[in-house]
């Protein structure tokens, strides 16, 4: 099919475009996070369900002609899907992808890095919320804390520009590491994002005691740093940035008590081509249905338009707006359809 030489990019009923897709690659992780993946047993994708690298970097042109130029590729855990650079330099290809971005548990990057970089990944993001190993290993149930300070160096010398390290903040957990994590991510050559403990799917044991918030993440910071100054900046990007007074940048990623349902233009796809317009949405489109039953680009790209132009999502605002908040779907209600997972639709 002949492209279109300019993309068309909808909007939604608030005016928001369609921008960034988030890829999970797998539901699969190797880590087991308190606040994600909770449970002892889960079920997973059915896996003559996952989309094949054909099907994704097909969906992903459907994507980016229609003004999305933006792609992370997440997971579970994205570096446990064989071949992950393979599908990387199938995307990569696309002209009209601008970013194309990784965000991983690390365990596996110190292999794949190189690989990664060369097939034309422009930015990783790793996640890390402590520099402890004894408490990775508590809150991880996984003995990788190694693994993934190794993943983070071989990202640096591999070259990798936007190198992030992103730690979810939990109170009684970690609130006490702000200040090294952020040493760490100087010496890393990383930008630190701090992120609020959210209830999204799969957060079974979230409560609202255990936020550590925005505003207090930058009371810690301002005790041991000094001023710290907000960066002024008009894009979609989830986290606030802010200035130290020896000029480091950190983010906060402030998605609890500062929803930005307002500027997101994120939407979702699964690694079985389910497809979600909000990380809190109970229901989404099944794109590999049509994708597998010989429907024509046009008849996806009419699927994805139609959809988009009567989204009305905010999830994070509205939880917010209750006034008492728990966890947002029960056990049973996941078990039944692993898509409310947030591990399942890509964090
Ligand atoms: N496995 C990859 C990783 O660890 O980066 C990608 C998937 S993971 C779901 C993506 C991000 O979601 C991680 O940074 C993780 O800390 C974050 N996350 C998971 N559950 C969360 C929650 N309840 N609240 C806030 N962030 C959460």
New binding site residues.
Partial sequence: MKRPMVAYTPSDLFGRPLRSLRVSVTDR?N?R?S??MPEEEYVWLPREELLTFEEITQLAEIFTDLGVDKVRL?????LLRKDLPVLAGMLSKNPRLKDLAL???GTLLAEQAQALREAGVHRI???L?TLRPERFKASTRRDSHARVLQGIEAARVAGCRGLKI?S?VMRGANEDELGDLIEFGKRAGAEVRF??????G??TQ?SMSKVFPRAEILQVLSRRYGCIEPVVEDNSSPAERFLLPDGTLFGIIA?TTRPFCHRCDRSRLTADGMWYLCLYAQTGANLRKPLRGGASQDEIQALIVSAWQRRNDRGAEERRMLGSRSALVGIEQLRKDPHLE??TR??
């Fill in positions: 992780c880590l996070c606040y994600c997440t997971g579970g855990e994205p965000t991983t548990n993001t790793v996640s919320d992103d979810m992120i609020e403990y959210m209830d999204v799969g957060a979230w998605s947030m591990h890509g964090g």
